[in-house]
């Protein structure tokens, strides 16, 4: 009971807050109401299915000073009637209702003059181009004009439905996904303009919003249109090297210290015929000087300098064309420097290895003897070192030498040579002690 009277309470309140408006006798459909911008000056757009044998009047007024006007405005108003209700004109017009004194301003449509139908709707390719497609549209969906109280001219939106089939990029995912595209359009006069499609896909207009209130929308499809735009997403990955020894190359994105191993990805869209990712020596791509027709390429950078990287894709015809933003890869100039001591021993995680300081080195070979001239290490990666252990076990204290050969991405080559003092090991057994 009580959830009842609620709702009554509620019903009632909205009931008292209705505007007064026009009531339409003699329709067949149903009116539809539209509230048109305030600056105006009308309270409501009426739009009817028909206005033949239909009659109106004023809510709750008995005698009513009825004018009607037309493009000039309200200023130009011819007086019709004093009376309850009126007759509709088959024509669009303003009306005025005097009632005690007091004007309101309303527009009626008669839908008659405006039907929303469609005969042809085709892609037109001589007016498309790589971004935009083109539907060369035949019917009837002209704009609905109406005009305010000062004869501006205001057109109602007929919310005519266009949809199609596209392709949007997940980034989570990182390729593209088929997405159901929907624009409205007011009206419609020869050309529907719409960004192109990036999948094959058809064309279905629906509408308009008057004929869908009255339960008989008109609806259109049109063939499978090819799809001949095109896009793409693309990314670079640089392999991280977390090496202590190697010295990182400040305000570098992309590159830094050789060799450096980046993995280019692109993902494209279905009319990507021809694809390839381009490397140049200069921004312009002029020469190009390396090609790759795949959608991922691990490319290593070994060489100093500036490599400048883009992806090219293109459709069937050629016609339509897409490059990706270009990604500089800069290497810089090798280095290569040698401490001459380190103790294995005495400070754990501090100074307990002997290693290079390095950067941009591609090739790298080091051999390290002891005074008799026996090798007690050798490696070939600049990361390693040497931990001071010969056969499993430290070496004495004293002094070892090292002799390395090296080459840099700049084309350095490094001969060098030089003492290594091992501070504060641990005495050996004296079988050890020729070393």
């Known amino acids: 009971m009580k959830q009842y009277f609620a709702s009554l309470t509620i019903l009632t309140l909205f009931q008292l ?29 009426y739009v009817l299915s028909e206005t033949s044998g239909v009659t109106v009047s004023y809510d709750g007024a008995t005698s009513v000073k009825w004018s009607r006007f037309g493009a000039n405005g309200a200023a130009y108003a011819e007086q019709i009637a004093t009376s309850q209700s009126i007759a509709l004109e088959r024509a669009d017009y303003g009306y005025i209702a005097d009632v005690d004194g007091k004007e309101h301003y309303f527009w009626i449509v008669n839908y008659q003059n405006h039907y929303f139908d469609v005969t042809s709707l085709q892609p037109d390719q001589s007016q498309s181009d790589c971004q935009r497609t083109f539907l060369s549209f035949e019917g009837t969906a002209a704009p609905i004009i109406y005009y305010t109280i000062n004869g501006r001219n205001q057109e109602l939106d007929r919310e005519i439905r266009l949809r199609y089939t596209s392709l949007s990029y997940d980034s989570d995912a990182s390729y593209y996904r088929p997405v159901e595209i929907e624009e409205s359009f007011p009206s419609i006069t020869s050309y529907i303009s719409v960004e192109a499609p990036l999948c094959n896909t058809d064309f279905s207009i629906s509408g308009d919003r008057f004929l869908k209130a009255w339960g008989s929308p008109v609806e259109f499809k049109t063939s499978v249109m090819q799809a001949y735009a095109l896009s793409a ?35 494209i869209t279905d009319a990507a015929s021809f694809y390839e990712w381009q490397l140049a020596n200069n921004s312009q791509f002029d020469p190009i000087v390396d090609r790759y027709s795949q959608t991922e390429l691990t490319y290593t950078f070994r060489n100093q300098g500036t490599t400048y990287v883009r992806f090219f894709a293109a459709n069937a ?110 005495n050996i057994n004296s079988s050890d002690a020729n070393l």
């Open 17 to 45: 807050n209705v505007q007064a408006g026009l009531t339409f006798q003699g329709n067949s459909l149903p009116v539809v109401a539209v509230s048109p911008s305030p600056s105006s000056g009308l309270e409501t757009v």
């Open 317 to 426: 015809d050629g016609e339509c064309e897409y490059y990706s933003p270009v990604y500089e890869i800069s290497i810089g100039e090798s280095s290569l420097l040698c401490p001459n001591a380190f103790s294995p021993q005495s400070s754990p995680g501090v100074n307990d290895e002997w290693k290079v300081s390095y950067k941009s080195i591609i090739s790298f070979d080091c051999h390290i003897f002891n005074r008799w001239g026996t090798e007690v290490c050798s490696f070939s990666d600049p990361s390693q070192g040497w931990d001071g252990k010969y056969n499993g076990k430290y070496v004495p204290a004293g002094t070892y030498y090292y002799v390395i050969k090296a080459r840099g991405a700049d084309g350095r080559d490094y001969k060098l040579s030089g003492d290594i003092n091992i501070i504060g090991s641990k």
């Open 233 to 267: 997403e693309t990314s670079a990955t640089q392999v991280e090297r977390d090496i202590d020894n190697e010295q990182q190359v400040a305000g570098v994105a992309l590159g830094g210290s050789a060799p450096s191993e980046i993995t280019f990805t692109a993902a």
